[in-house]
């Protein structure tokens, strides 16, 4: 058998499918068109627009006020009675003075002595009022105080020492003591009034005035054992 016998077959089957897919082809783009012109949208129509026309009633005329009735004449006045004339005031007649009497030149023995002038009678004084007594004495004056102190140069107080942990943690703040200070000087009792907010400060800042050297308070001159206000301030520098 020549090679042309053998590829005759093979030949025709090829056109055979060539024909079959351009029909199937054909087929599927017409199903296709078909289907996308049912699936478009409608287009959108318009309406010409409709012209309503509605008849309105003219408003009613509003109501006019009614006239105000005339005002009422005017109510008669009685007239006024005519006054009476004040009489005139009589005169005052005055009565003809008395005669001053005269002294008898003969008084009866029990008659009263006297003057005929109305000269009035003595006045006795008042007795005089007693003086009044003298002022009480002024109080004496408020004995003169000066409160102790630790601020003179020749005492050499030490400075408080400014704890290691504290500077580490770096804690700050004001300590403020009350300390009782001997006739001497010396303090005898200490006090926190206020805390720096840390122990370590406090006592610290105790420990260095249980050393200190005070001047002591004095009343009118004379030293006296007095509380005093001492605040110690810890400052990082």
């Known amino acids: 058998m020549s090679s042309s016998e053998r590829f005759a077959p093979t030949a025709s089957l090829g056109r055979t499918a060539a024909i079959v897919g351009a029909v199937a082809a054909a087929h599927a783009a017409g199903i296709w068109a078909l289907q996308h012109s049912f699936s478009q949208a409608p287009a959108v129509q318009l309406e010409p627009p409709v012209v309503i026309a509605e008849f309105i ?16 004449p005017p109510t008669p006045q009685p007239p006024k009675p005519t006054p009476k004339p004040t009489p005139a005031p009589k005169p005052v007649q005055k009565k003809p003075a008395l005669p001053k009497a005269i002294a008898d030149p003969t008084p009866a023995p029990d008659a009263p002595t006297g003057t005929l002038d109305s000269t009035p009678a003595p006045v ?8 009044a007594p003298p002022a009480p004495p002024a109080p004496p004056a408020p004995p003169a105080i000066q409160l102790p102190s630790s601020n003179a140069a020749y005492l050499n107080n030490p400075r408080p020492s400014y704890p290691s942990i504290s500077r580490r943690m770096n804690e700050q703040g004001k300590v403020v003591l009350r300390v009782y200070i001997d006739e001497q000087g010396q303090p005898q009792q200490i006090e926190v009034n206020k805390s720096s907010g840390y122990d370590r400060l406090d006592k610290a800042a105790i420990d260095a005035v249980k050393r200190w050297k005070f001047v002591p308070g004095k009343r009118n001159g004379v030293p006296e054992g007095m509380w005093n206000i001492v605040p110690i301030n810890f400052v990082l520098e």
């Open 124 to 131: 006795k004084e008042a007795p005089a009022a007693p003086p």
């Open 57 to 72: 009633a003219p408003p009613a005329p509003e109501p006019q006020p009614p006239a105000p009735p005339p005002p009422a």
